[in-house]
């Protein structure tokens, strides 16, 4: 998982949050 992260913070904060907020989202649900 820590590779994965890093891979993540590489591609834009901002575009991790925002593909990982629905995510998030649906999961808690």
């Not at 590489?10 to 649900?29: F, N, T």
């Amino acid at each position: 998982r820590a590779a994965t992260g890093v891979r993540v913070m590489s591609l834009g904060a901002g575009q991790v949050v925002a593909s990982v907020a629905p995510i998030l989202a649906s999961d808690e649900e």
